[in-house]
């Protein structure tokens, strides 16, 4: 069965912190990269590995060359949106839905194992091959990020009172979103790209008032919610986390959030020393 991982990062001008300036412990872009890639053993993983880059700069591109099978390059300058100060109003823009078309361009088997990672990702040891090996078992997407709003939101649909499963010696549950780090085996993104593009016009569970929202419509859960009503396909995410989204925490809407629920200011989620983790990886433990 065969790997592919399709790498998503952003370096662009004055990237600063990285992707709009929200992530956390690493003192500037090339140390999270570098130690998220460390943490992931991404150098000795064997996969056909996409670097699919942004607004890259000859150095940037220089440093990912030797690191990556092949490079894809885009300059859309933001991840997705239904538009972007254009018209018409219809999915399918940025740098994420420029990586799904290439993706699907790329005539994957329908076994083919093939992973969604962000730049600013830590794992736990052997996380990365956890997270292969459950979307084999998996029928549907997988998650490597235990997302603390499972902890704090309301607005779960229809994984309320999810079946807890047992793989692997860890416990993972059936979910109703995450962030745009996924991976499955290929006949559910083939089957799935259509939707991504469907703008958030409303019909029922295909969640009100969220045409204008900031939620992407790709990754949130408004897609996840179509496709599974559309479709059947679930996704999963472990627990603990066997990957965490190093940022910071962007508050939903108070309307959602459980009664007297504590918003946390980062994503770190719970389970793992994430702190610990990154100054082992960097070399920094005292």
């Known amino acids: 069965m065969r790997v592919f991982l399709y790498y998503r990062t952003y370096w662009g001008k004055e990237s600063g912190q990285g992707w709009l300036g929200r992530n956390i412990l690493a003192k500037d872009k090339l140390e999270l990269v570098e130690v998220c890639m460390k943490s992931a053993d991404l150098d000795r993983q064997d996969v056909y590995s996409y670097a699919c880059v942004d607004n890259s700069t000859p150095e940037y ?83 490597p990020f235990d997302h603390p709003d499972r902890y704090i939101r309301n607005d779960d649909m229809y994984a309320k009172k999810t079946e807890v499963f047992v793989h692997n010696n860890r416990h993972w549950r059936q ?65 603990p986390g066997i990957a965490n989204h190093l940022s910071v925490f962007i508050p939903p809407k108070k309307k959602v959030l459980k009664p007297e629920a504590k918003v946390p200011d980062t994503q770190l989620s719970p389970g793992v020393d994430w702190e610990r983790r990154f100054k082992e990886v960097a070399g920094k433990l005292d």
């Open 61 to 143: 591109t220089e440093f990912l060359t030797p690191r990556f099978s092949e490079l894809f390059h885009t300059s859309e300058g933001f991840d997705v949106n239904d538009f972007h100060n254009k018209l018409p109003v219809f999915g399918g823009m940025g740098s994420s839905s420029k990586m799904f078309n290439f993706m699907e361009n790329n005539n994957h088997d329908d076994n083919d194992i093939v992973l969604v990672l962000e730049d600013d990702y830590l794992f736990v040891s052997g996380g990365f091959e956890e997270w292969i090996e459950a979307c084999k078992y998996f029928d549907g997407f997988v998650f």
């Open 175 to 239: 979910v109703e979103a995450a962030t745009g780090v996924v991976g499955a085996r290929y006949k559910y993104f083939r089957k799935t790209f259509w939707v991504r593009k469907v703008p958030r016009f409303h019909i029922w569970f295909f969640w009100p008032s969220r045409l204008f929202g900031r939620e992407l419509p790709s990754i949130d859960r408004v897609f996840y919610r179509r496709i599974h009503y559309l479709f059947g396909v679930n996704v999963f995410s472990p627990i």
